[in-house]
Structure formats: structure tokens, C-alpha cells
DNA sequence: TATTGTTATACTCTATAACTATA
DNA sequence: TATAGTTATAGAGTATAACAATA
């Protein structure tokens, strides 16, 4: 048996005349021990029966999973999923610094600045000087910010339909209640 | 109100006399918008109250608080989480190919010869050329793995404890019931 | 011609270092 | 002396390219 296997695939020079960039390729993988014949290479919902209740394996690969649905979603609008974060405070409407924003976000003050740079390049967000402190650039949301925000919003919100539609409604439920828990001390 | 912040560090060649790598920071943060005023850089619980209803980021943060908790208790092992997951595979007994553990954990071929080097190098897992075709190795866990992956088994089940010590009895079954369900096809 | 495993290397991500301008 | 923001760069992780041995 036989599948199609679809890679991340980025340019690369070669030395050789062969293609340098496969985008779909071919598997072939052999029947052993039960296991299903079919195998997509990085498939991102197999997992080995050994791991299944390996909860942080299973809690990287599922969250990793999602990212990629969402990336894969905001790609017409040549965002990613940190960009949301970073939209979605913003429409909040506090003005913040760009330090502020990477506490925030848990992102270093040289990473903040070429996501910033991004989302300026959009016309998504504009830096402003602050008038107390000519140090600090003050991060705002455009009027096209906040309607590509709204995009945003309903698209995140469509993939995570679709990401969670194994689970049943109080299902679904408990798992937004709870996983926000595991990211508070107490 | 001032803080610690412990970084993640790799030691750097500086130019300058100053030393190269602070283990341990001050930041200081000013109060604004009725932010706590203590905020540790890169914190690894903090979530800006615009995300807590944003799942995917959540899921994120919180895979990354689990992988990076395994990832210290392994430490002193000198292992990772992925090892472990290798680890979790062989010790079912089952005899297979690097090309094979690639496809179960959506490694690729190259990546997995670094991994199972260093498995090797700590003599946990030898590689076994196949007698039926000489190209195969195929993988098995030593004496000394097996006694490790008894250790990595404990210490892995009791960061997942402390990870999900803000959850009640029933929360906790829940989840690991339905993560694992999001890695289903259906 | 295709596959396993290897080495070499290119790309991405992210954090530190060094710097400028302000405070 | 310290901080905000910037640019440059190092390190880790990971994927492709090329290759040798084998099928």
C-alpha cells in the first residue's frame, strides 16, 4: 500500500541535474507487527500505541498539530499564529510598548521587533512615539489591523472546530476550561 | 517590584570584558493597566488575559511548560523528551529499523541517526545489523536502557503530576482521555 | 533503479551581544 | 548607569542533498 506524502518544502540549490524540491512523494512502507500498512512520513495524527499515554508527547504533538492547522489558515493573509496573539491584545485596545508585548508574550525584545516590523509592512499595526519617553515606540492597531483582526478571529476560531471535532460537546468544554489551568501557579 | 528570571543559556564569546552569560536577571516592570506588577521574562505560566480564551495559543504554551519541565527532570540522565518517546517504543520489545522509529515519531532519516547515536554513545540502545538485509539496523534497548527507561518512566510521570496539579481528580482523566483523541483521524 | 543509513549543509527559530538614542 | 529598540550573529533544531553500501 502506498500514500501520498505532502513535506514542508523549502528551495534548495543542487549540484545535480535531479529536481531539488519534491513536493509530493511517494511512501512505501512495509506490514510489521499490526501496525497499519498505510504510513504518511511526519504524519501529524500517528502515533505509536507505546506513546498513546505518553500525555506530553501526545500534548506536543496535538498543540503542534493545531499550530500548523492555524498557520496553514492564516497563510492567504501571510500571518501566524503569534501574530493573532500579538493582533488580539492589541484589540483590546491597550497601547503598549514593545517590551510590554513580548512580557506579554514571552518573546525577547529582538524577536518582538521583527514581528513588529511584519505587521507594519501589512499596515496592520503602527509604532507611535511616546511623547513622555522618546525611548519607547507605543504599538496600535490600524483600522485595517482590526479588520484583519476580525478575519483572524473567525478563522482560528473555524480551524478550532475542526481540531477538536473528536471530542463531544462537554468534552470540548472541559478541555477549554481546563488547559488555560495548567498555565496558572498556585 | 522586581523579580528573577532564570534564562534558558548557552555560553557566548563576548567582545567585551563584561561577563558573557547572566544565569540569573533582574527585570523590573513598571505598573500599567493593572498588569501584575511582578512579571518574570519568558514565564512560562503568565497568559495576557486577551489569550486565556485563545486555545490554540494555550495549548502551545502549555505543551512547551510540559516539554520544557520533562526536559529539565531529564537533565541528569543526559536525555530529552524525544528519547524518551524512543525509549517508550523499544522497550515494548519490538525489533525495528531507524527508518521505521523515523516514521513512528515523524523524524526524519538524518535526525534519527543523531538521536540514536547518542542513545548509543550512552549505551542504551545498540544498533544490530539485520541478517537479512545487510543495509538495516535494527534497534534494541540494553540492559543498562531497559534500567534507564525505568528511571525516565518515573521521573516523566512525576513532572506530569506537578503539571497537572491545578486539575481535580476527574479533570485529570478527562485529559488524558481527549488529547490523545485529537491525534485521531475520523 | 531504489532504499538504508551516513555526513554535510541549508534554513528557521530564537536568544544573546553589541550598539544607538534616550532617560 | 539603565532602559527601549535595533542590528548582527550564534546555537539548536530540523529538513534536504549527496553519497556509499546494499538490494
Do not use: W
Not at 47 to 67: D, G, Q, T
Amino acid at each position: 500500500m502506498q500514500t501520498i506524502c505532502r513535506y514542508n518544502v523549502y528551495m534548495r540549490k543542487t549540484k545535480t541535474a535531479k529536481p531539488a524540491v519534491n513536493i509530493e512523494k511517494v511512501v512505501s512502507v512495509t506490514d510489521e507487527a499490526g501496525h497499519p500498512q498505510a504510513v504518511r512520513f511526519n504524519d501529524s495524527t500517528r502515533v505509536h500505541p507505546a506513546l498513546k499515554e505518553y500525555l506530553c508527547y501526545c500534548m506536543i504533538k496535538s498543540a503542534n498539530r493545531m499550530k500548523t492547522m492555524v498557520d496553514e489558515a492564516l497563510l492567504p493573509l501571510q500571518l501566524q499564529t503569534i501574530h493573532f496573539g500579538i493582533l488580539s491584545i492589541l484589540n483590546r485596545g491597550d497601547i503598549i510598548s514593545q517590551i510590554r508585548m513580548g512580557q506579554e508574550l514571552g518573546i525577547d525584545k529582538a524577536s518582538m521587533v521583527k514581528l513588529i516590523n511584519k505587521l507594519e509592512a501589512l499596515k496592520l499595526v503602527e509604532r507611535i512615539a511616546d511623547a513622555k519617553d522618546r525611548r519607547i515606540k507605543l504599538l496600535k492597531l490600524t483600522a485595517q489591523g482590526k479588520s484583519t483582526f476580525a478575519k483572524t478571529k473567525k478563522i482560528s476560531a473555524d480551524v478550532e472546530v475542526e481540531f477538536l471535532k473528536n471530542l463531544n460537546c462537554s468534552e470540548r468544554e472541559v478541555l477549554r476550561k481546563i488547559i488555560p489551568l495548567l498555565l496558572e501557579k498556585k
